[in-house]
């Protein structure tokens, strides 16, 4: 799903079926079944995506509270246990977001793709991922750089010392953001840094 062959996964399910649920979980059965349905019918993908996400934002909810409880009750082997479990369906939550997220983007519906976000900001706004993309999308807003530089900052500061580390197009709209947000000086200093490193 990488490279987008979604009619090549389409025929590998459709072709080995008896294989399909003793080798896949049911969550993954579920993500390349909306996966491959988003390509002819994106609405219909939309609410299979949504159905999971939901089911896995109650997860991480359950497992949040289960969290705090162990450390208020000062277990520490039950807190790596539940953070380990968080931290797993965590990585199940994003690409499912990320998924959802697409559907509105593919058609520049960006103001969706920030309330999905936004939504989803509880679980995961301390992730570089969910940054960028959070970034991505007050860029594409054109009336929100302020909010963008909010989100691509941090990813730039935190490479830094290897600048070349950071996406080209991270600094681009970084620099594009300040311009556009009359903080020009922070432009020209980025870009020095830049032209310095490279």
């Given at each position: 799903?990488?490279?987008?062959?979604?009619?090549?996964?389409?025929?590998?399910?459709?072709?080995?079926?008896?294989?399909?649920?003793?080798?896949?979980?049911?969550?993954?059965?579920?993500?390349?079944?909306?996966?491959?349905?988003?390509?002819?019918?994106?609405?219909?993908?939309?609410?299979?995506?949504?159905?999971?996400?939901?089911?896995?934002?109650?997860?991480?909810?359950?497992?949040?509270?289960?969290?705090?409880?162990?450390?208020?009750?000062?277990?520490?082997?039950?807190?790596?246990?539940?953070?380990?479990?968080?931290?797993?369906?965590?990585?199940?939550?994003?690409?499912?977001?990320?998924?959802?997220?697409?559907?509105?983007?593919?058609?520049?519906?960006?103001?969706?793709?920030?309330?999905?976000?936004?939504?989803?900001?509880?679980?995961?706004?301390?992730?570089?991922?969910?940054?960028?993309?959070?970034?991505h999308v007050m860029f594409m807003?054109?009336?929100?750089?302020?909010?963008?530089?909010?989100?691509?900052?941090?990813?730039?500061?935190?490479?830094?010392?290897?600048?070349?580390?950071?996406?080209?197009?991270?600094?681009?709209?970084?620099?594009?953001?300040?311009?556009?947000?009359?903080?020009?000086?922070?432009?020209?200093?980025?870009?020095?840094?830049?032209?310095?490193?490279?």
């Amino acid at each position: 799903l990488k490279y987008e062959y979604f009619d090549l996964a389409a025929d590998v399910l459709a072709e080995n079926a008896h294989l399909t649920y003793k080798v896949l979980s049911q969550y993954l059965y579920n993500f390349l079944d909306a996966m491959i349905t988003c390509q002819t019918a994106p609405e219909e993908a939309f609410v299979k995506f949504d159905e999971q996400a939901s089911v896995l934002a109650e997860q991480l909810l359950k497992q949040t509270k289960q969290i705090q409880e162990a450390k208020h009750n000062k277990n520490d082997d039950y807190v790596k246990k539940a953070v380990k479990e968080y931290g797993e369906t965590l990585e199940k939550y994003i690409p499912v977001l990320m998924a959802q997220a697409k559907i509105y983007w593919n058609v520049e519906n960006y103001q969706m793709v920030e309330k999905l976000f936004r939504k989803s900001a509880k679980f995961c706004q301390d992730l570089d991922v969910f940054k960028l993309n959070m970034a991505h999308v007050m860029f594409m807003q054109e009336d929100k750089y302020k909010e963008a530089i909010g989100f691509y900052e941090p990813i730039v500061k935190k490479h830094y010392e290897n600048i070349l580390n950071v996406s080209a197009i991270v600094l681009a709209n970084l620099c594009v953001s300040y311009i556009m947000s009359s903080q020009t000086e922070e432009a020209e200093e980025l870009m020095r840094n830049e032209i310095g490193r490279a």
